[in-house]
C-alpha cells in the first residue's frame, strides 16, 4: 500500500477550516492542523472575565475543532513576527484596522515552512470564493497563492471546483469530483455539510474572533499609536484594549476603568505596570492610568474615577493613588458629573 499524502490544514476554529480538513481525511489523507496564535484572537477571554458573558462557551475554538476531527493540532505563537503585518499591511486594511489579505499570505506562508520541515506534502485552508470582500474575491485568491510562495500546492477544498486544478488534484493524492464548489457569502451549504457529518455546537458559521475586524477595538488601537506618536505593541496592550472602559481626558493619559468585579481583578493584575487609582470610601472599581499625570491631571482623573464608583453621588470620595514606583496618597475629590465626563473622551 502506498504511503498516504498529508496535508496541514490551518485550523481557525471557524466552520470553513473544519469542513475543509474533514473533506480530506474523508479521501483518506493524513491532516494536521496549524493554529498561529498572534495574540489578536484570544477565544473565551472577555466571556471568562465579564460576568454578562459568563453563559457564553469558554473555549478554543481551534483545539475543539481538532478534537472534533481527531487530528493532531500544531499552536504557533507569531506574536512578534506578525506585529509587521499589522502595523506595515502592504494591502492595507478593511473595514476596520483588519489586514486580512496580508494575514492570509503570512499564515499560508508559515504553513508552507512547517509543511516542508515536518515533510508534509500540501496545504489546505477553509477559503470560500466571495465570501470575505478584502482576503476571499477570486482575483485575490491567486494573490495569496503567489505571495505566500504557495504556488499550486495550496488546496482550498470547499471550492476547488471553481478554481483551477492544483498540483494534489493533478497527481491524483486528492480526487477532485470529491471536492466542492462553494461561493458566495451563503453560509448555509457549509451549515448543511456541518450536519451531514454530525457537526454540533462549532462556532458562528460567519467563523472569525480576530480583534482586528472589530470596530470599537480598532479604535482603540490607533488612539495608542496616535498617543505613543508611533505604531508599536506589545501582548499586554492589545490584551487591555479588550478590558474595562477607556478614556482619554488629556492627550497625554488614558483611564482604563473597570466596569465589574470580573474586571477588577483581572486589571488587578497589571498594578505593577501602571499607576493605579482606588476607591477608598466606597465600593468602586480600580483605575489603571496609562501615562505621567500632573498635580491638576490627578484630581481630574480622580474625579472621573470617583464618579464610576457607588459614590458618585456623594460630596466627596475618597481616593487612593498609588503612582508607578512611588508612595502612595490619598485624595478627597468631589465626583465628576456626568454632564462633565465628555463623549470625546470615550476611546
Not at 499609536?225 to 492589545?238: C, F, G, M, P, T
Not at 505621567?292 to 493613588?321: C, H, I, M, N, P
Request: hydrophobic share 40%; with cysteine; proline share 5%.
Amino acid at each position: 500500500m502506498s504511503t498516504p499524502r498529508k496535508a496541514v490544514a490551518l485550523i481557525s476554529g471557524g466552520l470553513d477550516s473544519l469542513l475543509a480538513a474533514r473533506l480530506m481525511l474523508e479521501q483518506g489523507i493524513h491532516v494536521e492542523g496549524i493554529n498561529f496564535f498572534t495574540g489578536f484572537c484570544v477565544e473565551g477571554h472577555t466571556h471568562a472575565i465579564r460576568k454578562r458573558d459568563s453563559k457564553k462557551v469558554k473555549r478554543n475554538n481551534a483545539l475543539w475543532s481538532a478534537e472534533q476531527l481527531g487530528i493532531k493540532l500544531h499552536i504557533v505563537d507569531i506574536i512578534d513576527e506578525y506585529k509587521d503585518v499589522v502595523i506595515n499591511p502592504k494591502h492595507g486594511y478593511g473595514a476596520n484596522m483588519n489586514p486580512c489579505l496580508d494575514c492570509k499570505i503570512f499564515m499560508v506562508g508559515k504553513a508552507k515552512e512547517w509543511m516542508e520541515a515536518h515533510g508534509f506534502d500540501f496545504i489546505i485552508t477553509g477559503e470560500v470564493i466571495g465570501q470575505r470582500p478584502m482576503s476571499q474575491r477570486k482575483d485575490l485568491l491567486p494573490v495569496v497563492v503567489r505571495e505566500s510562495g504557495a504556488d499550486d500546492l495550496l488546496l482550498r477544498p470547499l471550492c476547488a471546483k471553481n478554481l483551477a486544478p492544483t498540483l494534489p488534484e493533478r497527481e491524483g493524492w486528492v480526487d477532485r469530483e470529491k471536492l466542492l464548489a462553494f461561493h458566495g457569502r451563503n453560509r448555509k451549504p457549509q451549515m448543511a455539510l456541518a450536519q451531514e457529518f454530525g457537526f454540533e455546537d462549532y462556532a458562528s458559521p460567519a467563523g472569525g474572533c480576530c480583534f482586528l475586524t472589530d470596530k470599537n477595538y480598532s479604535r482603540k488601537l490607533v488612539d495608542l499609536w496616535q498617543a505613543r506618536d508611533k505604531k508599536e505593541y506589545e501582548l499586554d496592550d492589545i490584551m487591555l484594549l479588550k478590558v474595562g472602559r477607556h478614556l482619554r481626558p488629556q492627550p497625554h493619559y488614558k483611564l482604563i476603568v473597570s466596569r465589574e468585579d470580573g474586571e477588577n481583578n483581572f486589571l488587578h493584575g497589571y498594578r505593577k505596570q501602571f499607576s493605579t487609582l482606588e476607591i477608598k470610601s466606597h465600593n468602586g472599581p480600580l483605575t489603571l492610568v496609562d501615562g505621567v499625570l500632573s498635580d491638576v491631571d490627578l484630581q481630574q482623573a480622580a474625579r472621573v474615577a470617583a464618579r464610576f464608583s457607588q459614590g458618585r453621588e456623594a460630596e466627596s470620595v475618597t481616593v487612593k493613588f498609588t503612582p508607578l514606583n512611588g508612595e502612595a496618597t490619598l485624595l478627597d475629590v468631589a465626583p465628576m458629573p456626568a454632564a462633565e465626563i465628555k463623549q470625546e473622551w470615550h476611546v
